[in-house]
């Protein structure tokens, strides 16, 4: 089965850290451009950032450009998100996505759960 | 950046009826355009890609047409469960962004 399991959310102070992770199955990982989308309470979704499968190329929302740094370890099937200087708009529900194509033109096909991150004092 | 705008925002229908949601882009994006359905608490479902290509699984109530700037989702007929968010979302590959519409939330009348 095609599955993502997204972990590491939770709650963190503004200016603080946190990485997200995302392990994937049932399908060849290095093939695929991997994401992560967010969506804030009550709101619609934001692409955060993307890289190719090797990880070579990585691509990043203005709004977390600078901030967010993504990676992959194609030996453990992961995809991260390393989150820092997080601000009260960060606060969202964070998605790992996968797209249906290998060059991620066609559309996310399969989705994690989500893990919830919140940025308050 | 390329900005996708849907309207309506706000859609209030009966069940058998036929609605149509538009999406437009800032600039053209070819054909490389996704519709995308959401429920509360869930992750998002995959309708359309390529503008009108059906996600396999999708019931054929769905359809997607319109390519460069103007896109829509149409559902011939609403049943019971289509009662929900939906998205559109641009995914240029160069350069690489992937942009989504505001939404659409779709209600019963």
């Known amino acids: 089965e095609v599955q993502l399991v997204e972990s590491g959310g939770g709650l963190v102070q503004p200016g603080g850290s946190l990485r997200l992770s995302c392990a994937a199955s049932?399908?060849?990982?290095?093939?695929?451009?991997m994401s992560w989308v967010r969506q804030a309470p009550g709101k619609g979704l934001e692409w955060v950032s993307s890289?190719?499968?090797?990880?070579?190329?990585?691509y990043y929302a203005d709004s977390v450009k600078g901030r967010f740094t993504i990676s992959r370890d194609n030996s453990r099937n992961t995809v991260y998100l390393l989150m820092d200087s997080l601000r009260a708009e960060d606060t969202a529900t964070y998605y790992c996505?996968?797209?249906?194509?290998?060059?991620?033109?066609?559309?996310?096909?399969?989705w994690g759960q989500g893990t919830t991150v919140t940025v308050s004092s | 950046d390329i900005q996708l705008t849907q309207s309506p925002s706000f859609l209030s229908a009966s069940v058998g009826d036929r609605v149509t949601i538009t999406c437009r882009a800032s600039?053209?994006?070819?054909?490389?355009l996704a519709w995308y359905q959401q429920k509360p608490g869930k992750a998002p479902k995959l309708l359309i890609y390529?503008?009108?290509t059906l996600q396999s699984g999708v019931p054929s109530r769905f359809s997607g047409s319109g390519s460069g700037t103007e896109f829509t989702l149409t559902i011939s007929s609403l049943q019971p469960e289509d009662f929900a968010t939906y998205y559109c979302q641009q995914l240029n590959s160069y350069p690489f962004m992937y942009t989504f519409g505001q939404g659409t939330k779709l209600e019963i009348k």
């Open positions: 390529a503008a009108s």
């Open positions: 049932g399908f060849t990982f290095s093939n695929y451009v």
């Open positions: 600039q053209g994006i070819s054909s490389y």
């Open positions: 890289l190719i499968g090797s990880g070579a190329a990585t």
């Open positions: 996505a996968r797209p249906t194509d290998y060059g991620g033109t066609y559309g996310l096909d399969v």
